[in-house]
């Protein structure tokens, strides 16, 4: 029978390599251990063909040493430059695989051993036995136990080499668990997670996440700050040693205790071990100890504080939260003078405080002293500043010089991965292509847009942005086969004195399809829509697709569909961080009405304040996404009208109708849309319901009222949002997501009433009821006399009731008529 | 829609006098068959516009839309329902409606008898009291069958009308109708105007498109740039892979502590050696969590080193992998020892309540459980003991309902000489109550 295991039997030896013993080689422990040292030596001097060379004699000792084997791939990938990611990647993966091989085999054979003793043993409770099937632990969380198959650092320079190849998904899936799973990870390599943990998730847009990172960081790592004004770390540390002891004594006294368990009479011995009270607090949680083992190289404690008042910045910038950023970037800026990041991040706060020239003066003082990567950075910045001061020719050309500045670099040094994070030029061809939209050039523009899609394709405001393009280059006449929307009357006159006649513009006044050649199958069954042929395949061709309407409506419904991918998510993610506030809030008023310390107070503000922030930045995401989601379902129904498909058209401004929180203007397009859709497919009647409800709407309210509804929509933030008071170059720039102020003017007020009056003119008219057409159509006409569909209008309804001098008269009292008399040269006849 | 020598060419087809049929015959010469449709709408511009044609004119331009698809069997005339609304057109010419009604019926019987008049002939020999005019409704009623069903249109299309305008540039008092017009080698007059020539122009400029009734379809409006649209550039931060320092790193520390632990798993370790496994692990935080303990085994580490496992899990309380340890704990048998590292959990850092819940639980069923007498009565006690101390310190609440029950279970106990115990444990509770 198998006793207990007292020195009978060897425990398993862990690792290989490790097992000098093990070989039959004789080098003792020692020097195996010392070149390890000189090998680590060595690359962090960078010197890395030494460092290989030590490594590979090291590797003579066991060939297969997953450790090994990683540390020789990441000294050859430094070695070349770090322009091979792939083998690393490859070698990273083999390298854990066989880790989590040899960590199955020794827990079995772990297993093997207690298994075998507890068999034996007879003071056991009977349980053990049982479960030891049951509650089988994954080898997964096994490996974890075992410090010599330990994947935590392969796992993490996986992750580090998909985040600069910008794969951020991937490298998160990898990352999560490891930030599950922290505590077990040694502490150089615990920052290093949390640290890009913290840039992962602040590029992806997943700002709850990043504050829970910090907040982590400030708890774990906080001895590593150099004491400032509210450290809460340093009476704990004190604390420690005592209570280290008082355990030693307690065990001592309890140890003694126990011994005499088995005898009955010796109640008062056995249960005075339970009557353990609360004096005896060995303290919760107990704070890491700073006697971290002599390997590891600890990053020196400014670096960490500089970092952590960084992501910081970043956090609170993203939440438009500028008092607290300006706080946090003051600090930065104490700790270091000269980083370019904490210089950047100052200027982006200037230029959300809309202090322009501060910025710009920030900026051009870091050109001098940037390398060509950073100076392309800078430039793009200083785009962004002009574009906002609307000086359109600079901004342009500062995107030009940027992507010149990244095409120069690029083609200096080979490829490289570091050379591949640091380009921005897809980012930057984007902000070009806002710039030419916003200036009125879309066809420039949705070129830059679709080389920005490789990169931006997950984003729905790009999508949309494509199919604003096509819109623009529709209003301005650049699209091939449509027509577009006249501003002025032309007619033509033909014949002469008695025979003479006008002819007016015949068929529809609105944009339409002309040419049957964009092929869409107009059936309007529910099937789908059919792309035409090599449509779908111009995002693997690399050619850029020719603008149209039928493009836009595709565009629109990539949009919608990441939309809706996204909105569930978001969700979530807004209530959590609304819970988390709740709490917070909670937890700051009782401890208020406790009276509560000093010292816990800087950190609980602190903590208030991420959460806040991550509170305004999910909030504010869920109105953007509301607002845009109208605007694509006014665009696709304007473009599904153009294209000639009511019925779908009729089902988007339905939608938008159906929208919560639909602004004016847009409630105006949904009824003005579903009424024409209406029109086209023969219910004119229904139309007419669509267009009275608009018509009641618009007025009840004063003409004014489009302001308000602007406001509404505009960027609302807890503490403090809108620019700074001392913002000079007051271009006011309204970050609303309603409308630029022109567009919107027509659809509110004067403009609106008769639209939606000539429009009416148009169903009483379709309907028959010549009385109602007449009436509205002089309203609308001396509404706005300067209208060419309003004196269209009122011709018709003058034709329709047979009165032609009448509809003549109007035509020649018409201002804006333009003429062209049709004298060809018919010799034949004289 | 035609070109000019196309148009000339129309009009020259309509001109003539001639026989009805011939006029056909010089149609179809002059255009091929393709075009004829073309044609034919050009034809019908003409005749919407009412005075544009001379009456023969008209009278040839219809009876050419009848004959050409007279013959096209199946399908029907596509241009029967506009011959059927000028058959019946109240405000057209007497002679007119008679010739298009001729020719409707003339479609049944196939007869041919106006094909070799002219327009001419027919307009002067007609006599209006020798033909019935029917109405609209019994046009469309009779020849319903030549009809094609009612095309699905928008409503605008329903609704447009002719967009040409006459205007005539005249002065006033003028009388259009009068005859002193357009006859050939008269004085050209003021006004006079040439009808081939409006004619030719007509077809040249307009489409079928009629003027539908206008509708204002107005854009979306423009979308500003977003919050953070424009992209700033920052710098990322430059990560540097790591070294594994693990590798061939001297791991012997860590051996003697797992060999330490793998001893505490099968039997008491002795208090020099329970010291050393405290100190190495307070050296290194990480340390606990390589040493070989899993949730698995922390039955046996409980049951042999009580003390041990509480300073274990304490370090072990930031870990996710604590949930486990305490399901163990849980789940093991209630014991001395058990209950003593519950004990001191409690009173040294927060516990889930409801793994506290549960542990009572457990204790209630253990002690209705047991079937030794002696076991039974030892575990009550223990159990009385435990919960005062637990309400001492306030880790539970001395009423509720768990407690309660507890009580109610070891009450039965009272005559085994146990309610001293139960007494303290009850006194305790209801101290806490008030």
Not at chain 1, 398 to 404: C, D, E, V
Request: glycine fraction near 6%.
């Amino acid at each position: 029978m198998d006793g207990d295991g007292d020195g009978s039997k060897e425990p398993p030896q862990p690792g290989a390599a490790a097992s000098a013993a093990a070989s039959e080689d004789t080098r003792p422990q020692s020097t195996v251990a010392g070149l390890a040292k000189e090998a680590a030596q060595l690359f962090h001097s960078r010197s890395y063909q030494g460092c290989l060379l030590i490594l590979h004699q090291l590797q003579l000792h066991n060939d297969e040493d997953p450790k090994v084997r990683h540390n020789i791939a990441v000294a050859e990938y430094y070695r070349d430059g770090c322009t091979n990611p792939q083998k690393l990647l490859e070698v990273l993966s083999q390298v854990k695989a066989r880790n989590e091989e040899l960590a199955r085999a020794a827990e079995e054979q772990q297993e093997g051993n207690s298994s075998a003793s507890t068999s034996g043993s007879t003071n056991s409770t009977g349980g053990n036995g049982g479960l030891s099937s049951a509650t089988r632990t994954n080898s997964v969380d096994v490996v974890a136990y075992m410090e010599d198959y330990d994947t935590s650092i392969p796992n993490l320079n996986n992750a580090m080499i998909m985040y600069h190849l910008q794969r951020y998904a991937a490298a998160m899936s990898i990352l999560e668990p490891l930030y599950r799973n922290i505590e077990p990870i040694d502490e150089a390599a615990a920052l290093r997670v949390c640290l890009l943990m913290l840039d992962i998730t602040l590029a992806s847009g997943q700002p709850g996440k990043a504050a829970e990172v910090l907040q982590y960081m400030e708890k774990a790592f906080g001895y590593l700050l150099p004491p400032t004004e509210a450290s809460s770390t340093a009476p704990t540390l004190a604390s420690s040693t005592p209570e280290t002891e008082s355990l030693i004594a307690n065990t001592e006294q309890t140890l003694a205790r126990t011994a005499s368990d088995e005898v009955l009479e010796e109640d008062s011995f056995t249960l005075g071990s339970l009557e353990v009270d609360s004096s005896q607090n060995l303290g919760s949680r107990a704070p890491i100890t700073p006697a971290i083992a002599a390997r590891e190289k600890p990053i020196p404690p400014v670096d960490v504080k500089l970092l952590l008042h960084l992501y910081r910045v970043r956090l609170f910038l993203s939440a438009r939260n500028l008092k607290a950023s300006k706080r946090e970037i003051k600090s930065a800026l104490n700790l270091s003078r000269e980083n370019m990041t904490a210089l950047l991040l100052k200027a982006q706060l200037e230029y959300c405080r809309g202090n322009y020239r501060k910025a710009i003066k920030q900026l051009t003082l870091c050109i001098g002293r940037a390398d060509p990567g950073m100076r392309g950075m800078l430039l793009s910045n200083l785009g962004c500043i002009h574009h906002r001061l609307r000086k359109d020719q600079t901004a342009a050309l500062y995107f030009r010089k940027a992507l010149q500045a990244f095409a120069i670099s690029e083609r200096r040094e080979p490829l490289s991965v570091l050379g591949f994070s640091q380009d921005r030029s897809l980012s930057i061809i984007y902000n070009a292509g806002l710039q030419q939209l916003s200036c009125g050039n879309p066809i420039l523009a949705s070129r830059c847009f679709q080389e920005a899609a490789a990169l931006y394709y997950n984003r729905p405001l790009l999508w949309l942005r494509l199919a604003e393009c096509c819109i623009v280059a529709l209003e301005k006449g650049l699209l091939e086969n449509t027509t577009t929307t006249k501003s002025e009357v032309k007619v033509t006159v033909v014949g002469e004195g008695a025979w003479r006649r006008v002819v007016l513009p015949g068929g529809s006044l609105n944009p339409t399809v002309v040419n049957g050649a964009l092929v869409l199958k107009v059936d309007e069954s529910e099937g789908d829509v059919q792309i035409p042929d090599g449509g779908e395949k111009w995002f693997v061709s690399g050619k850029s697709h020719k603008l149209s309407l039928s493009f836009a409506i595709q565009c629109l419904q990539i949009a919608t569909c990441l939309f809706d991918r996204c909105d569930a998510k978001a969700a979530e993610a807004a209530a959590e961080a609304a819970v988390a506030l709740a709490e917070v809030k909670d937890a700051d008023d009782t401890q208020s009405s406790k009276g509560g310390g000093a010292s816990p107070k800087g950190e609980a503000k602190d903590t208030k304040s991420l959460v806040a922030a991550v509170a305004a930045i999910e909030e504010h995401k869920m109105h953007e996404t509301a607002a845009l989601r109208m605007w694509a379902l006014a665009a696709l129904s304007y473009c599904q009208l153009g294209v000639g498909h009511p019925l779908r058209a009729l089902r988007s401004a339905e939608e938008l109708l159906r929208q919560t929180s639909c602004a004016r203007p847009y409630m105006l397009l949904g009824h003005m849309y579903a009424a024409e859709a209406l029109c086209q497919l023969e219910r004119p009647q229904e139309a007419l319901e669509h267009l009275s409800t608009c018509l009641n709407e618009t007025t009840a309210e004063p003409t004014n009222a489009g302001a308000e509804d602007e406001s509404n929509l505009k960027w609302k933030s807890g503490d403090n949002s809108e620019a700074s008071v001392d913002g000079e170059d007051g271009a006011t720039y309204t970050v609303g997501a309603l409308g630029d102020a022109a567009s919107v003017a027509r659809l509110t007020g004067t403009n609106a009433r008769a639209s939606l009056y000539i429009n009416l003119v148009a169903v009483y008219a379709m309907q028959g009821n010549l009385q109602e057409a007449h009436r509205l159509a002089q309203l609308a006409l001396t509404m706005s006399p300067a209208n060419p569909t309003a004196m269209l209008a009122a011709v018709y309804v003058e034709l329709k009731l047979e009165r032609k001098e009448s509809a003549l008269t109007l035509l020649k009292q018409y201002r804006h008529l333009c003429v062209v008399s049709s004298s060809k040269g018919l010799s034949q006849y004289d | 829609m035609l070109s000019t020598g196309e148009t000339a060419a129309l009009l020259a087809v309509l001109g003539d006098e001639r026989s009805l049929d011939s006029h056909v015959s010089a149609f179809t010469l002059t255009f091929k068959r393709q075009q004829h449709f073309k044609a034919c709408c050009c034809l019908i511009l003409l005749l919407e516009d009412r005075r544009l044609l001379k009456q023969t004119q008209r009278l040839v331009a219809f009876y050419i839309l009848f004959e050409l698809y007279r013959g096209e069997q199946p399908s029907t005339n596509p241009f029967m329902s506009f011959l059927i609304d000028a058959a019946s057109n109240e405000a057209a010419d007497k002679a007119e409606r008679a010739f298009l009604q001729i020719l409707l019926m003339s479609l049944n019987n196939n007869s041919k008898e106006l094909s070799m008049k002219s327009a001419n002939e027919f307009i002067s020999t007609f006599d209006p009291s020798a033909h019935k005019l029917l109405s609209g409704e019994a046009l469309k009623s009779r020849y319903a069958d030549k009809l094609p069903p009612e095309p699905r249109m928008s409503s605008f299309k329903k609704a447009s009308i002719s967009n040409t305008i006459p205007d005539p540039d005249v002065p006033p008092g003028y009388d259009l109708d009068s005859p002193e017009h357009g006859v050939p080698g008269g004085v050209a007059q003021l006004g006079a105007g040439n009808r081939e020539a409006a004619a030719a122009a007509l077809i040249q400029t307009s489409s079928l498109n009629g003027l539908e009734p206008p509708w204002v379809r107005p854009a979306p409006p423009r979308l500003p740039p977003q919050q953070g649209e424009m992209i700033w550039q920052i710098p990322d931060t430059q990560h540097e892979l790591l070294w594994d320092y693990g590798m061939c790193a001297d791991t012997s520390r860590g051996a003697s502590i797992r060999e330490l632990i793998n001893r505490a798993l099968k039997g008491a370790l002795a208090p020099a050696q329970q010291k050393k496994v405290l100190l190495e692990l307070e050296a290194d935080p990480k340390l606990v969590y390589h040493c070989g303990l899993t949730p698995r085994r922390l039955p046996e580490l409980v049951e042999n080193n009580p003390l041990l496992a509480v300073e274990v899990l304490l370090k072990l309380m930031n870990s996710n992998q604590i949930t486990d340890y305490f399901k163990m704990l849980v789940n093991m048998d209630i014991s001395l020892h058990s209950m003593e590292v519950v004990n001191r959990l409690t009173t040294a850092v927060d516990l889930p309540t409801e793994f506290v819940h549960m542990y009572i639980t457990n204790c209630i069923s253990s002690c209705e459980n047991i079937k030794d007498k002696y076991l039974q009565n030892r575990l009550v006690r223990l159990v009385c003991v435990f919960l005062q101390s637990l309400i001492r310190n306030k880790i539970i609440n001395g009423t509720c309902l768990l407690v309660i029950n507890l009580h109610a279970v070891l009450v039965r106990f009272v005559a085994a000489r146990l309610h001293k115990w139960i007494v303290a444990s009850l006194r305790d509770s209801l101290s806490c109550a008030r």
